[in-house]
C-alpha cells in the first residue's frame, strides 16, 4: 500500500500531484491551510475517479500542526511511505531593498524551516530506524534557486536554495535506509500563484519570452516529473533535482 502525503496539496501543482497519485493508486494525504472548501472539492473529485484521498488541514511553518498532518495520515490511511513537500509562498514581489522583513519572514518560516520540518517527520514515519519501511520523497524546488529571481523576490530563491541543500543531504544521509531524496524544480507554471502571492499577474506573460520553449508549463507537467521520480522507475536515483523549466 503507498500512501502519499502532499504540503499544500489542495490548488495548483500539489492538487496536480494528488490527482496524478490517486490515479495511480496512492492513498493520499491532501494538507492545506485555510482554504477547505477547495481542498474538500479536490477529495470528491479524486473519489469520483475512484481514487481515495483525505484533506488535513494544518500550516507547515508550525511544527504541531506538521505532527498532526503525519498522525492523522497515518490514522486514516496507513503507514506513509511516499511524501511530496510542496507547501510555499513567494510574497508580494519587489526588489529585496523594498521587502518587509515580514514578507521574507513568512517565505523562509514556509518555504524552508516548513519544509525541513515536513521532510523530518517523513523520516520519523519512513525509516526503518522508526519502525518504517523506505520509501521516496520529493521535494518542489525552482527554477529561481540559478536565475535568481531579481527585482521580484530574491528572498524565494534563497528559500528554494535551501530545499536544494536538503534534498543533496538527506539523500546521502537516507540512502542506506531505503529512502531516495530528490527534488523537483519548476520553471514558470500555469498557477495562481502569481496572483495570490506575487500580486503580479501581468508576470506570466513579461516572462513568456525568455522561456526557450516560448510557453508556460502546466502543473500536470510538473506532476508528472514528481510522479517518476517518486515510482520504482526512479530506484536508482537519489539526490537529484530536475529541472522542468521549458529550458529557462
Known amino acids: 500500500m503507498k500512501v502519499l502525503v502532499v504540503s499544500g496539496g489542495g490548488r495548483g501543482i500539489g492538487a496536480a500531484i494528488s490527482r496524478q497519485a490517486a490515479a495511480l493508486g496512492y492513498l493520499v494525504a491532501v494538507n492545506y491551510v485555510s482554504d477547505k472548501e477547495r481542498a474538500e472539492a479536490l477529495i470528491a473529485e479524486i473519489a469520483a475517479a475512484g481514487g481515495r484521498a483525505i484533506a488535513i488541514a494544518g500550516?507547515?511553518?508550525?511544527?504541531?500542526?506538521?505532527?498532526?498532518?503525519?498522525?492523522?495520515?497515518?490514522?486514516?490511511?496507513?503507514?506513509v511511505t511516499h511524501m511530496v513537500n510542496n507547501a510555499g509562498i513567494t510574497g508580494p514581489s519587489s526588489r529585496l531593498d523594498k521587502a518587509s522583513a515580514e514578507t521574507i519572514r513568512s517565505c523562509i518560516d514556509i518555504n524552508t524551516t516548513g519544509a525541513i520540518l515536513v521532510a523530518r517527520e517523513a523520516v520519523r514515519r519512513m525509516s526503518p530506524r522508526h519502525g518504517g519501511t523506505g520509501g521516496a520523497i520529493v521535494n518542489i524546488s525552482s527554477a529561481a534557486t540559478t536565475i535568481g529571481s531579481p527585482g521580484e523576490y530574491v528572498w524565494y530563491a534563497a528559500s528554494k536554495g535551501a530545499i536544494d541543500s536538503l534534498t543533496y543531504g538527506m539523500a546521502k544521509e537516507l540512502a542506506e535506509e531505503g529512502i531516495r531524496v530528490n527534488a523537483v524544480a519548476p520553471g514558470m507554471t500555469e498557477t495562481e500563484i502569481h496572483e495570490r502571492s506575487t500580486g503580479d499577474p501581468a508576470r506570466v506573460e513579461r516572462i513568456r519570452p525568455s522561456i526557450p520553449m516560448k510557453r508556460i508549463g502546466q502543473p500536470e507537467e510538473i506532476a508528472e516529473a514528481v510522479m517518476f521520480l517518486l515510482s520504482d522507475a526512479a530506484s536508482y536515483i537519489t539526490g537529484s533535482v530536475l529541472r522542468v523549466t521549458g529550458g529557462r
Open 59 to 79: 500550516d507547515v511553518s508550525r511544527e504541531a500542526d506538521v505532527v498532526h498532518l503525519f498522525d492523522e495520515a497515518a490514522r486514516l490511511l496507513g503507514p
